[in-house]
């Protein structure tokens, strides 16, 4: 196994924009997770 810097990895670039799609919409503006939501499910785990 080798370590690689996370821009050079490509299959990291599919959860970042995921994650800040998600990110977006929580925070209001829902446009880039409107793009992705027939793609997702996302799963809220609350903690109490």
Same mark, same amino acid.
Request: hydrophobic fraction near 40%; avoid cysteine; charged fraction near 20%.
């Given at each position: ?14 959860? %970042?924009?995921? @994650? ?5 919409? &929580?925070?209001? %503006?829902?446009? @880039? ?5 027939? &793609? ?9």
């Amino acid at each position: 196994m080798a370590h690689m810097p996370g821009p050079k990895d490509p299959l990291l670039w599919v959860p %970042d924009v995921v @994650y800040g799609a998600v990110t977006y919409e &929580r925070t209001g %503006d829902g446009e @880039y997770f409107e793009i992705l939501t027939s &793609r997702l499910e996302v799963i809220t785990i609350t903690v109490h």
